[in-house]
């Protein structure tokens, strides 16, 4: 039981039912954001889960400098909004600099700290004083105990609507595992606890220039982390993975969502002994 529910529009993250925050990587094209918006939408709808449409108007932790980021700050809010008034979604994205924390919070119901950036103070403060909800997501390099000490920096900023995200940890060179032990021991600060299917798949750095991936394990790593009693799930879906522009080796095809969505949904209800 989490300490903290929280309240988004009409549903709550950590409650009774499944969340999922999910949608392409980075902003490519409004076209593809409006079809996974409109495709997942419908999705979550039919299987009664509560839906959160996630993108990126930067990725600016790219292995090179011709890496594809996004459109920016100010072009990716405009397209991220277009989303939100056209399918009626809350939204989540990330932010990098502690000048972005109120710029986005116009547009986002969550704001979301990298992992790489999890440890980096003025973000979390500048975040947790939007009183947005923050996800934080656990850097690769972290344990899972160490997440407590990045909660209390957004607590002490006058925020307890918080996430905390388990996206894998670094092993050894270009690769991540996950040890799903980590789920409940940051179940115990009381917050609700996601887990990234799609990047825990992800291979930094393996292709040189570029991350490799391999998608085939992401609905063996949700499935568990559902048994392992995580609150929400994290995918990045694209309508055609393979043509994606970043991190497409990692996410999984909107065509396969639903079916994917459906087995976590009755795992999660079965670990909770819901109907």
């Given amino acids: 039981m989490n300490k903290h529910r929280i309240k988004l529009r ?26 996974t918006a409109q495709g997942l ?7 009664d889960i509560n839906f959160v449409f996630k993108s990126s108007f930067d990725k600016a932790n790219r292995s090179s400098l011709t890496s594809f980021r996004g459109p920016g700050l100010e072009k990716g809010l ?19 600099e502690p000048a972005q924390a109120q710029k986005v919070a116009q547009v986002a119901d969550i704001i979301q700290i990298p992992a790489f950036l ?14 947005k909800i923050i996800n934080i997501k656990k850097g690769q390099f972290l344990s899972p105990e160490q997440m407590k000490s990045l909660i209390k920096k957004v607590e002490d900023s006058g925020n307890q609507n918080i996430m905390v995200t388990d996206r894998g940890t670094s092993f050894g060179y270009n690769n991540l595992v996950v040890d799903f032990r980590g789920i409940p021991i940051m179940k ?6 996601v887990f990234d299917a799609t990047h825990s798949v992800q291979l930094p750095g393996a292709n040189g220039t570029s991350s490799g991936g391999d998608r085939r394990f992401v609905p ?15 995918f990045e879906i694209h309508p ?22 459906d087995i976590c949904n009755k795992i999660f209800k079965l670990v909770r002994g819901l109907d």
């Fill in 10 to 35: 009409d549903f709550e993250i950590g409650g009774d039912k499944l969340t999922i925050l999910a949608g392409p990587c980075a902003i490519e094209s409004q076209e593809i954001l409006n079809e």
């Fill in 240 to 261: 055609e993975p393979n043509k994606a522009l970043c991190d497409g080796d990692n996410m999984i095809a909107l065509k396969d969502a639903k079916e994917l969505f």
């Fill in 41 to 47: 939408k419908e999705i979550t709808r039919d299987l």
């Fill in 188 to 193: 115990e600060f009381g917050y609700p606890v």
């Fill in 78 to 96: 405009e397209m991220l909004q277009n989303v939100k008034e056209k399918y009626d979604l809350p939204i989540v994205t990330d932010i990098h």
């Fill in 118 to 131: 999890c440890r980096q103070t003025d973000l979390l403060v500048a975040a947790g004083q939007t009183n």
């Fill in 220 to 234: 063996t790593l949700a499935k568990s982390a559902m048994a392992s009693g995580a609150d929400v799930l994290f």
